[in-house]
């Protein structure tokens, strides 16, 4: 028995639909594995790339149309992707294949796809397109084609990248952004026509992954972070790519910034704990500590006026697999409002301002029994 990634799962707070990938292009006795997913910033698409031999396999999902069709107890099961193509990848291994970056564009019109290094079954960079339907006019019976086109980008081989736009609220399709980064520098381009870059930052003379994959996931709104040494933490604009502010935490351990989606508060762990700073005049808003470890990774998601963070919980008889406690916290008085408990293996996030904060979306890792039956 191997653990393989077959399915996609997602709902609020807990499941309700699951994604079955691959049906069309392998039997039920030998479900796929999945070598990437990445959902769009408005909540709306899932794309999701698998290998069979020689060939690549892209799907978009529309999960607009499939909103409240399913419940915990009895989650939807949807196997045909809205859109698709196939690309030919020399001499690709579905059971080991090189790390495969991919996104989707906010509105689901795009999607990136590339593996970080030109090795045995590597993939260089790539966009396709296509225009997707509203839901009530979407046939989804049959998927759509996607039409790969060409971009400044193509032929290049990057470790880190993402569709981005600074005011998710109010943005329309042609102000979304594509940032590129490389441990060294992170650079922006538009995403209409061919793309032309737009501005590019040199962050640091020594590579640092680590800063690049940090500073992508500090992306909210207008700002983003780059973890710079001694804990210096350095917040940029991202419309402008203009140094906004310097916030000096004073310790080598801070780790995993983030910022809320109006930019006006970053979070950053320390030494078990998570603090919090005003972006713009670097003053110390809050420290929560409450049921957090310094032998182990704090992981959190910031919201506007709440954050979630969990801690992974042994087995138990009454609960044999590792389970997580996520807790709700108010930002302003370190409270916590709620506590759920939640499998390790469920990858949590929140959607953009106005809608639900928990659980947005939740990715399982399942045991390949060599059967059909939807992830638990």
Not at 117 to 141: M, Q, Y
Not at 241 to 257: E, Q, R, Y
Not at 322 to 348: A, G, L, P, Q, T
Not at 366 to 372: I, R, W
Request: glycine fraction near 6%; charge should be negative; charged fraction near 20%.
């Amino acid at each position: 028995m191997s653990i393989v990634i077959d399915h996609v799962v997602y709902g609020d707070e807990y499941p309700t639909q699951v994604i079955r990938v691959g049906i069309e292009n392998t039997p039920c006795t030998r479900p796929v594995r999945i070598a990437a997913v990445a959902f769009s910033d408005a909540g709306e698409f899932v794309t999701t790339f698998y290998l069979t031999e020689g060939f690549g396999h892209i799907d978009i999902w529309d999960i607009r149309s499939q909103s409240g069709k399913g419940s915990s107890s009895s989650p939807q099961v949807i196997t045909v992707p809205c859109a698709q193509a196939k690309v030919e990848v020399s001499k690709a291994d579905p059971s080991s294949s090189p790390e495969i970056n991919l996104d989707i564009s906010k509105y689901g019109s795009q999607v990136a796809l590339c593996t970080e290094e030109e090795t045995k079954g590597g993939i260089s960079f790539r966009v396709f397109k296509w225009n997707p339907a509203s839901p009530v006019d979407h046939d989804l019976s049959q998927p759509w084609p996607l039409q790969s086109t060409t971009t400044i980008c193509d032929n290049g081989y990057y470790n880190m990248f993402s569709y981005h736009t600074s005011d998710p609220l109010n943005s329309k399709e042609e102000d979304e952004r594509f940032c590129i980064c490389d441990g060294l520098s992170f650079t922006v381009y538009n995403t209409v026509g061919k793309w032309t870059q737009i501005y590019r930052i040199s962050m640091q003379q020594n590579l640092s992954f680590l800063a690049a994959d940090q500073a992508l996931d500090s992306l909210q709104g207008r700002y983003f972070a780059w973890l710079n040494t001694n804990g210096v933490i350095s917040v940029w604009d991202f419309e402008t790519g203009k140094l906004v502010s310097h916030i000096l935490t004073g310790d080598d351990s801070a780790s995993n910034p983030e910022l809320s989606l109006d930019g006006s508060m970053l979070a950053v762990t320390i030494s078990g704990t998570i603090q919090f700073y005003d972006t713009f005049t670097g003053i110390k808003l809050g420290v929560f500590r409450e049921g957090l470890s310094e032998e182990s990774d704090i992981d959190y998601v910031l919201g506007q006026d709440h954050f979630l963070t969990y801690n992974l919980q042994e087995s138990t008889v009454s609960k044999p697999c590792k389970h997580n406690v996520r807790s709700v916290v108010n930002v302003r008085n370190m409270s916590i409002v709620k506590n759920y408990d939640i499998h390790e293996d469920y990858y949590s996030q929140y959607l953009q301002a106005g809608k639900s904060m928990l659980f947005t979306y939740t990715e399982v890792y399942v045991a390949n029994h060599g059967s059909c039956s939807a992830a638990s």
